[in-house]
Structures are given as C-alpha cells and as structure tokens.
C-alpha cells in the first residue's frame, strides 16, 4: 500500500482517532483482515463475523506490528473508528487508487475468472509492476484488499469482480473505476439467486457501463462467442474489442487443438500480428480465457509474439484449479475442487478425457470424483443430472458421486445413461471417496476431483497426495 498517515486515513474514512499518540505516524504494510497476516506498518481491519469478530484480535494485531485497527469501537489500541468497516475499506482503496497511476483492469463472467485474472497477471507483468488478487478476492471485501497492494510504481491493477446480485458489480466499479473492462461468459453459476440467465446478463453488464467513453480511453473486452456477452457491446459507451473463435473476432484462435497430455495448442491472431502457443494448463476451456488474457494485453501495447511466447509460459497461480500432480506410483491426481458450475464442470470432464487418452494408452482409467454444484435453485436435478451424463459420453471410466441429494443425482444421470455398478458409485463423504480411491487407484489412473467448495473434495486431494491422512 502507498504510505498513508493515520490522519491521512481518518479523513479518508471519515473515521475517529481513539489511543493514537502519533497521528502522523504511516501506514505502509498490507491492509488485512486476520491478524496472524500482519506485518509491521500493517492496517488491520477489524471485520466482524458469525463465528469470529476481529476486534477480538485488536491488541494481537498491534502486538505484532500493526500500527492501528479500523474498527467500530474503541479497542484499547490505536484505532480508527468508523460506522462500517467494510465501507471504509472501499473508500480506502477508492482513495489509493486515485493516487497510483494505474491502468485498472477489471473482469467478471460466470466461470473462469480466477484462472483469467491469473493470465492477464502474468501477462501485464513483462509490461510493469503489476498487482492482481491473491486467489478469489472478488467481493466488496475482497477487491479493496486488492485494490490496497497497490503502490507509487504500480502500472497495472487486475481486479476480479463477482456478483450475488443486481448491483454488486456497479457498486464495485465504483469503488475502483476500471478503464479496460472484460466480460468472460454468462453462465448458470448461482442462478438459482439470480432467477435466469438474462439476469445474470444484467449483473455482469453493469461493468462495461461504469466504463469511460472511447474518447477517454475505455474499453470492453467481450467474448464474441457468448450471445448474452457480445450484446453488451450496446451497453456500453467504450470502444469494444471482440475475442473468442468467431471469424469476426479481433483477437481470436485458429487450429484450436489439444496436446496428448491435453493443454490446448492454438495460432493466436491480433490486429497487429500471430503467433503459436501452447499452453502448461490443462483443458480445452482455457483458450477463451488466454485470449481473453491477449486481448487485454494487446490493448496495453504488448506485441502479438511476446502475448504467445507470454501464454506459452504462463502457469496456474491459484490453488485447487485443474492443479496436476503425478504421484511416485504413477497416478496423477487433477485438483479442481476450489468450486464448481455446470459449464466448469463440463470443461473439467473434458480436459480429464483429453488427458486421460494417453493413460488408457498405457493401462490407466480416467476417474471423475464429483460432488454437488450449489446455487442452482430449481435447475439443480437436472444439470447435476445432465453431468453424469456427460461423464459416461465422454468414456470417463469410474465416476465416484461424493455427497447427499446432489451427488445421487450425477450418480442416476450416469446410470440411466448407460453406466451401471462398476463405473459409478455414490458415497456418502469424502472420507468414504478416500478409502475407495485408495483400494482401487492403480498406477497410470488419472484422478479429477472437481465440485462446489462446500463439498470439501480438496481434502480427498490432500489425502491422496499424503498431505493428510484422513479426509476430515
């Protein structure tokens, strides 16, 4: 963060001094909301919770190096109090923002946001100094956090934006006003909060409205291969940049291919050049979001060669997304569990048969160990049922359905598509999914574990890696 006085802060916030002695005294450390990641010169932000409050941990964070809380009340340590911390935390980062001279990137879609954002990191930093999220800070929490890694020599800010709802996103571009603006996809991922697609549509749209005019620079990034997304090129008063497959696209794939291990291969065209890339993540899914990731760079100034040889290099930043580990005896194990959506799960089934092919070469099976997807409201049978379908169309081997009501349900999608017993199998938990794996997996079997986070399937990964003995 750029070094911010505590009275500097105050009148940012609109925050009262309590137990200061040295108003002048600077905030240079992270902002943070956990006290054991507090830094000397850290802000500590003192959010309460339903389990935890963090004015709990006022004088623990102080003690270890803190030089003040943002609270709402006095905490016995130097504070600045405020009516909501959460605002202030907006403000706050509205604030630094202003100050850096900073291009804001900001993108949102339904499904590969993390994985993008990670892209256009790496991408954006053979550029300059560039700041984008520690993992999934995308809500009105975590894009000020992110927002506040910023410093004087930062010249790129990469925010991911989500949404519960009508008005989430427009709320946070207020709160940091991107000039360059991505839409990924319209998706079903919580549809069952939104009501429909042509909702989540509304929600996602609100970024490209908040941007400013082409004549001052704005630009949204769309993806011409989504109907819902390329129609919000009419919402918007910025000049708009087509990627994806289509033909009229400006940044688009040609020769779109998976290797044997299945990463995708492609010829990366931009109005000024081409190049080839291959790709070190896994599916086919992650060509939209690398020329998602190109479009973006090029509208920076980064020449269509060094985005191809960029992509080529790029690695997997983020935990628990498509995270590929072979293990001594030959099984490799594909973490995917961070979270899931009917269209990330179809992606993920797919790239585990891509991958699979050379297994089933060697003597190996392909393995898709699923649990539910949340939020789906009253779609959710039949979209848990149509991805055990799925599992049994594309030949995966065994499906292993983890968990309650969901969990029956991509077990009966693969039965009454032609699977029986000995290719699916519904168990109760994790633990149950480990002690299965661990009596059957042979060497040259490659293992996907892919649901909702709320199932917890990252432990059936750290069990299997030997991270953990149990899947508790």
Not at 441 to 446: A, C, E, H, K, M
């Amino acid at each position: 963060m750029i070094a911010l006085s505590l009275a500097e802060i105050a009148a940012i916030v609109g925050g009262q001094q309590h137990d200061i002695p040295d108003p002048g005294r600077t905030a240079e450390g992270p902002v943070v909301i956990d006290s054991r990641e507090v830094r000397p010169g850290s802000l500590f932000a003192a959010l309460p919770g339903d389990k935890v409050d963090g004015h709990d941990y006022a004088e623990r964070a102080v003690a270890a190096g803190a030089v003040a809380v943002l609270a709402t009340r006095p905490v016995g340590v130097p504070a600045i109090v405020v009516d909501d911390v959460v605002a202030a935390l907006g403000a706050l980062a509205r604030a630094v923002v202003e100050r850096v001279d900073a291009t804001v990137v900001a993108l949102t879609g339904s499904a590969g946001k993390t994985s993008t954002k990670d892209l256009i990191s790496q991408l954006l930093g053979r550029l300059g100094p560039t700041v984008g999220p520690p993992g999934n800070f995308n809500n009105e929490i975590g894009l000020p956090l992110t927002a506040l890694l910023a410093e004087e020599d930062t010249r790129h800010l990469v925010l991911e934006m989500g949404a519960r709802g009508i008005g989430h996103i427009g709320y946070l571009a207020e709160l940091t006003p991107p000039r360059i603006g991505l839409v990924l996809n319209v998706g079903t991922a919580h549809i069952g909060e939104f009501g429909g697609r042509e909702q989540i549509a509304r929600a996602k749209g609100e970024l490209v409205e908040a941007l400013p005019a082409a004549a001052e620079g704005g630009v949204a990034v769309l993806n011409a291969d989504d109907p819902l997304v390329r129609a919000m090129s009419g919402r918007t008063k910025a000049r708009t940049v087509l990627f994806g497959e289509a033909e009229d696209a400006d940044v688009r794939a040609e020769n779109v291919r998976l290797t044997a291990t299945g990463q995708p291969s492609f010829t990366l065209h931009t109005p000024t050049g081409c190049g080839d890339v291959t790709m070190r993540l896994y599916g086919e899914h992650h060509v939209s979001n690398a020329l998602a990731a190109a479009a973006v760079a090029h509208e920076l100034g980064m020449p269509a060669q060094e985005i191809a040889t960029a992509l080529s290099e790029a690695g997997q930043l983020s935990r628990w997304r498509m995270e590929v580990t072979e293990r001594a005896d030959g099984v490799t194990i594909v973490n995917d569990a961070y979270n899931a959506n009917p269209e990330s799960m179809r992606a993920a089934l797919r790239a585990l048969a891509a991958m699979g092919q050379a297994a089933t070469a060697k003597g190996g099976r392909t393995w898709a160990v699923l649990g539910q997807m949340a939020e789906l409201g009253d779609d959710a049978l039949a979209e848990h049922d149509a991805v055990g379908r799925l599992a049994v169309r594309l030949n995966v081997s065994k499906l292993v359905a983890v968990g309650g009501r969901e969990a029956a349900w991509l077990q009966m999608g693969a039965y009454n598509e032609g699977s029986w017993g000995e290719e699916s199998v519904h168990v109760s938990d994790a633990q149950a999914a480990v002690d299965l794996l661990r009596s059957e997996l042979r060497p040259g079997d490659v293992v996907l574990l892919k649901a909702s986070r709320s199932a917890g399937l990252e432990r059936v990964a750290q069990a299997l890696l030997g991270g953990e003995g149990e899947a508790r």
